[in-house]
């Protein structure tokens, strides 16, 4: 038998209950004024509940019970400093909240599969968050305007219910515009992906993934924003964070002073991850650290004054970092920073492109089977690769002036090159172990960048080998050159071409 | 004018031309380099080409460095221009081979040990090159060939070999053969 209750109450201080024990039943609850309560449990299934308060200060709580429960249910509409709770415990739930107005705040917590949870809110200083245990699940929340927040937890256990041991995948959308905005996002289970778009000012995305296959991604538009992406076991996730100089509801003052300032921080732990940034802007930086086998790292940065990092630990990752400067620099120096390193890992290879002035990478990698390549285009540009292992490659190739590049490899059957075109440069190759060989090239043509060959003068290039049957092959082209190779132990090689 | 002077002219025109227009290059100055070994085995090359002082009045002004210290090591230089070539070897059975031409070029060898050898080559004018070699069975060919070139040899000890080859005027050569 179909229950129905309809309430519509048009007064202040008014509490409305309904208790329905079945199949198929509907409540609708309307509430206009301040200060209003609602509260509907339903038992049983295919049940809809429809709670619509229009005023402040009010408080909905609809809870749903029953083996199964398979319809629509839960709407929540509150105005203004309220409340809404939505409990659900069955199958294929629905919840949706709509606030609008200032320090809202909605709670959904559904225990099952196949459920649904929706959040608006359109204000400030609200706040949403949801927990559920279950397979199949789908929760979004959107606000915006100033201080929200939306916080998710989704533990995703061996299937609620008559299932068991089955996937979990559970999507979750979080979309904030406004300023201070917080994004928390928990993930257990495997198959799970969210996503956190963001735009505005001074927000801040939290993700935490424990599983396998899960995907997070993340897009923000704005300024002083904060990205950080934690995943256990086998994951995978990517971020990416458009720092563009966009100051919501700020004014825009002039070029050189707008800077974004975005951070983002991914940690993997666990077997074929992937992590992929992108920071477009001023000032942002982001840190990648994964530890496990067959990983990847792709960070890429278009702006001044950014910072990059990686740490990988753990066979077979590959990392990748490019970045691009186009600032006149007048105010703002261009400047990028990145580090990557690798430990104890083998078979693994981290390439960089940084395009720009005063750049910097300092990458180090630990073990065997290792190749790190850098490329810099500008001047001022610095790299610094450290390699600790066997059967390692570094190649270091910079095009401008005043460059530094310095590469150290502690190892055997190890190899270095470093090409620089321009003037100004320095290069310092340090081996230690025997069967190494470095090439240290200035002024030549290299096939890997572009620029012309043939003017690179002033330039200080230095190989130091300690070992046996090592190798150093040092060329330059142009005046005022120096090459220096120093080798100690038996059955080395050094040649050098001065021309 | 027989047809060996006339071949002559047209060889010394081509190698002009060649110096200048068929193959213009643009020849560094101020380069140094500095090799440094120690340890057994080793070898050096150096390939410096600086100012072409064969056709040009310009000159120069780099430098070669070269230090091994052990046994067995070998160093190679080919050096054209006005350059300053110094090579020190420590050790026995040492070996160089020095291919040096321009003008005003020094050439600075020193061999200290047993069983070394060297060769050298100078091509020009004006150059001064200097030989010392201390230790028993060492062995050096020059060959020079220009003008106003001062070749100094010191040798010491015993079973010494030398061997000069001089072409050209106005040249100083002072050979000294010590034995211990």
């Not at chain 1, 090239?441 to 620029?451: E, K, L």
């Not at chain 1, 060959?453 to 050159?481: C, M, R």
Request: charge should be negative.
């Amino acid at each position: 038998m179909k229950q129905h209750i309809l309430t519509i109450a048009i007064l202040s201080v008014l509490y409305s209950t309904a208790s329905l024990a079945g199949n198929g039943n509907d409540a609708d609850v309307a509430q206009q004024g301040n200060n209003n309560a609602t509260d509907v449990s339903q038992i049983g299934g295919n049940n809809r509940a429809t709670v619509v308060q229009a005023g402040s200060l009010t408080t909905s709580s609809s809870s749903s019970q029953g083996g199964y429960n398979d319809g629509w249910w839960g709407y929540n509409y509150n105005n203004g400093s309220s409340s809404s709770t939505a409990y659900g415990d069955g199958n294929q739930n629905a919840a949706t909240i709509n606030q609008a107005g200032n320090n809202n705040n909605a709670n959904a917590t559904q225990l099952g599969n196949n459920n649904t949870v929706n959040v608006q809110q359109t204000g400030n200083n609200n706040n949403a968050s949801s927990a559920s245990a279950g397979a199949v699940d789908q929760y979004s929340a959107q606000t915006a305007s100033n201080s929200s927040s939306w916080s998710s937890s989704w533990y995703g256990w061996y299937g609620y219910g008559s299932n068991s041991y089955q996937n979990t995948s559970a999507d979750i959308v979080a979309t904030q515009s406004g300023n201070n905005n917080d994004v928390s996002l928990t993930q257990n289970g495997d198959g799970n992906s969210s996503n956190a778009g963001q735009n505005g000012n001074n927000n801040r995305v939290a993700v935490a993934q424990n599983g396998n296959n899960n995907n997070a991604s993340s897009a923000s538009a704005g300024a002083v924003n904060h990205y950080s992406t934690l995943a256990v076991n086998n994951n995978s996730s990517s971020n990416s964070n458009y720092g563009w100089w966009y100051w919501y509801g700020n004014s825009y003052s002039s070029y050189n002073n707008q800077q974004t300032s975005t951070n983002g921080v991914t940690t993997q732990s666990g077997d074929n991850n992937d992590v992929s940034l992108t920071q477009n802007g001023n000032g942002n930086s982001s840190n990648s650290n994964q530890n496990g086998n067959n990983n990847r790292v792709t960070v890429a940065q278009n702006g001044n004054g950014n910072s990059a990092s990686s740490s990988q630990q753990g066979p077979q990752t590959s990392a990748s970092f490019a970045s691009s400067s186009y600032s006149s620099g007048s105010y703002w120096d261009w400047y990028s920073y990145s580090s990557w390193s690798s430990y104890n890992a083998n078979q693994t290879s981290s390439q960089q492109t940084q395009a720009g002035n005063n750049n910097q990478t300092m990458l180090s990698q630990n073990g065997d089977f290792n190749g790190a390549s850098n490329q810099q285009v500008g001047n001022n540009n610095n790299t610094d690769i450290t390699q600790n292992g066997d059967r390692n490659a570094s190649n270091a190739a910079q095009i401008g002036d005043n460059n530094l590049a310095m590469i150290s490899q502690a190892g055997s059957s190890n190899n270095a090159n470093s090409y620089q075109q321009g003037g100004n440069n320095t290069t310092g190759i340090t081996q230690n172990g025997s069967d190494n060989n470095a090439n240290v090239h200035a002024g030549y043509a290299y096939n890997g960048v572009s620029g012309s060959a043939g003017v690179s003068n002033d330039n200080d290039l230095t190989v130091a080998q300690n070992g046996f049957n090592n190798s150093a092959d040092v060329g330059a082209v142009g005046n005022n050159n120096s090459a220096s190779v120093t080798q100690n132990g038996n059955g080395n090689v050094a040649s050098v071409q001065q021309q | 004018m027989d047809n060996r002077q006339v071949f002559n002219n047209i060889l010394t025109l081509l190698l002009v031309l060649s110096g200048f227009f068929i193959l213009p290059r643009a020849y560094a100055v101020d380069d140094l380099a500095t090799i440094q070994q120690s340890g057994n085995e080793n070898a050096a090359y150096v390939n410096q080409i600086t100012t072409d002082s064969r056709f040009s009045e310009y000159e120069g002004a780099s430098a070669v460095d070269i230090t091994q210290i052990g046994d067995m090591n070998y160093a190679e230089i080919h050096d054209l221009g006005k350059n300053h070539v110094d090579i020190k070897q420590q050790g026995i059975q040492q070996e160089f081979t020095a291919l040096v031409e321009g003008r005003g070029n020094e050439l600075l060898v020193n061999q200290e040990g047993g069983g070394n050898s060297g060769d050298m080559a100078v091509v020009g004018d004006n150059n001064a090159i200097s030989l010392s070699q201390s230790g028993n069975a060492d062995h050096s060919d020059i060959q020079v060939e220009g003008i106003n070139n001062n070749v100094t040899v010191v040798q010491s000890g015993n079973s010494l070999g030398f061997s000069l080859e001089l072409n050209g005027n106005n040249r100083y050569v002072t050979v000294t053969q010590q034995g211990i």
